[in-house]
């Protein structure tokens, strides 16, 4: 399942790390969030690694992500955005590549997509229940009343955690993983010939 990496392979993976870490600057709030959930697409890279390589490939490409951003930018959330980011993705790129590589088909493909979609969707509102908004609260000393009134500003049905948790992280998650699920599915075949130049040798 995993490939044995090559010189060059793990070049190519530090690269796509490179390349996903570059993503997370292009970020921008949704409608029905609040202003702190970004939008972006840096789980991409980590997909193709993943996909053409093994799941700790893609698993690799997202930690160098995260210690890239970590190292250039640094933490405005006391670690726990870059934590809550790659315990996510993980949850999204393992799925899906280990999935694709026990059914290497179009269809197996799409399949392990819409399964990885799912999967780290709930995993997100789980994660965010009980690890990343008991962290802000303790670490920043945020009254939980105070985030959901930032929820509810852009989200007016949000009255209560539940609401904020289904209503507002599960459909975020869902339209994320979707985006790139479907960049994915458009791409990686047809890049599949041009990346087994670049990583064999």
Known sequence: MNRALSPRALVFIA?????SSLLMAFEFPLPFAPAY???????????FAG???????????????ILLKL???GSSSAFVGEGMNLLCALAYVLPATIFYHLHRTKS????????STVVASLFA????RYLAIPMYVR?????????????SATNPLVHSLTDFLLLT????????????????YLVYKKASLALQRLTEG
Do not use: R
């Open 169 to 184: 992280i599960l459909p975020f998650n869902l339209l994320k993983y979707t985006v790139v699920s479907f960049l994915t």
């Open 125 to 128: 509102v789980v994660a965010n």
């Open 51 to 65: 996909f053409f390589l093994g799941p700790l490939a893609g698993a690799f490409t997202e930690v160098i992500k």
């Open 139 to 151: 670490l920043y000393k945020i009254p939980l009343g105070a985030i959901l009134k930032m929820a």
């Open 37 to 47: 959930m970004k939008f972006e697409i840096s789980d991409l890279p980590a997909l």
């Open 15 to 19: 690269v796509l790390g490179a390349l």
């Open 108 to 115: 197996g493909a799409l399949t392990a997509l819409l399964l």
């Open 71 to 73: 190292v250039l930018v």
